[in-house]
């Protein structure tokens, strides 16, 4: 019995690295199948995201006092915790000379998300503060500290392709000679009372700067929406022309910036492409306006749902063309449906097997790239008023 032990040991050793290659050689062609769907969708290969959130989260807001950012003439204003920390660390990566200390995207990432974490337990002690003052407490009574939030504002990193995420920070492509546009929006809801913002015009303003003092952009070629009176107004329309204007006018080399500083919010999934049930949205100024539209659905009428950014945006630009968007609202960590994600608490890119699912199911308008749960009618106005 003894002697067969060592045969047995062996037997069975081999029989385990054998079932490992096999499992790891599954594994590879798993990934390259999804590689391959990925690259077939989307020729874009530099489409990447900066999220303010994950999917079920809510956005914070920051003093743009507190990051050193005053305004003009010198005093505080309030601007979007994502916008102003990434505007922050970007002039700081571009201002260091040190080419072994400049950012990467784990460092950038991960350094964004401590920074708000800190604000949110500053926030929390402010507000305990506050309330303690408004009794007028007249005993002396411990205070403790407030724990941590069980669940910190987590920047997310999602991309068209898969990325080493340890590679230096870059919003435009080393050595890029190519065009370079910008769709630049901020939406403060003015006269909304019930979701009226006060931080994004700051955050549209900001990005513009920093895009034209440092990335090199003209501002005659950048598209800025706001409703402040004195831009376009940051209609469900006008954003989605802006989207396609940036679709049909990129070619092979030109890149692009997209921001966008206003309210997120999430819908039921129709199509079975979310892993939490729910779409992604971005909440134009007049979604209030938006009625029941008969062949759309009351529900989806007032947003621009992620399906459509995929199918209007990411799957119609250009190989070779670069993206960067900065999505500074809440529920926003996928609402570009961009097949590859990092968190700022991870070590590598992940595979998003959910967003594939709509990008292979091929569900799209031949006319126009735009989602197809409308009814052929319904979509052919959709379409006329765009300007397919």
């Known amino acids: ?45 530099k489409i990447r995201m900066v999220a303010a959130t994950k999917d079920n989260q809510k956005a914070k807001g920051l003093k743009w006092s507190r990051l050193g950012i005053p305004d003009a003439k010198g005093r505080p204003r309030p601007g979007g915790a994502l916008t102003a920390e990434m505007l922050s660390l970007l002039r700081e990566n571009h201002d260091n000379p040190n080419p072994e200390e400049k950012l990467t995207w784990v460092s950038a990432l991960s350094r964004c998300r401590a920074t708000l974490r800190e604000k949110a337990l500053a926030r929390r002690r402010e507000a305990l503060s506050a309330q303690e ?48 546009r910008a769709v630049i929006i901020g939406i403060n809801y003015v006269g909304q009372k019930d979701k009226q913002l006060t931080t ?6 900001a990005m513009k700067q920093y895009l034209e003092e440092y990335e090199g952009f003209k501002e005659a070629d950048m598209t800025i ?4 009176g004195n831009h376009t107004m ?50 134009p100024v007049d979604a209030d306006k938006l009625g029941d539209v008969w062949f759309w659905g009351a529900e989806r009428a007032p947003h621009i749902v992620d399906d459509d950014i995929l199918a209007m945006l990411v799957m ?48 799209l308008c031949a006319a126009c790239g735009f ?7 319904g979509l052919y106005f959709f379409c006329d008023e765009l300007g397919c």
Do not use: W
Request: contains cysteine; charged residues 30%.
């Open 1 to 45: 019995m003894t002697s067969q032990t060592p045969d047995y040991q062996k037997k069975f050793s081999n029989f385990l690295a054998n079932s490992s290659r096999r499992e790891d050689l599954q594994v590879r062609k798993i990934r390259a199948e999804f590689d391959k769907k990925a690259r077939k969708a989307i020729k874009a290969d």
């Open 133 to 180: 003052n408004d009794q007028q407490v007249q005993v002396q009574v411990q205070v403790q500290v407030p724990q941590e939030p069980q669940e910190p504002q987590e920047p997310q990193l999602s991309s068209s392709r898969m990325i080493d995420v340890n590679e230096p920070l870059h919003i435009i492509p080393p050595r890029s000679n190519g065009k370079r």
């Open 200 to 205: 994004c015009h700051a955050d549209a303003m």
């Open 225 to 228: 929406l706001m409703d402040d």
């Open 234 to 283: 940051p209609t469900k329309k006008n954003i989605l022309k802006a989207f396609r204007r940036i679709t049909r006018l990129s070619k092979p080399g030109d890149s692009a910036v997209i921001h966008y500083s206003g309210h997120g919010g999430s819908i039921k999934d129709q199509n079975g492409d979310e892993a939490d049930g729910k779409d992604e949205t971005l909440i």
């Open 316 to 363: 119609r630009l250009k190989a070779d063309v670069s993206l960067t968007c900065f999505m500074d609202c809440c529920f926003s960590g996928t609402v570009l449906d961009l097949p590859y994600r990092y968190k700022a608490d991870g070590i590598a890119m992940e595979r998003d097997h959910y967003p594939l699912k709509r990008l292979v199911k091929g569900l």
């Open 371 to 377: 989602s197809c749960i409308a009814s052929v009618v």
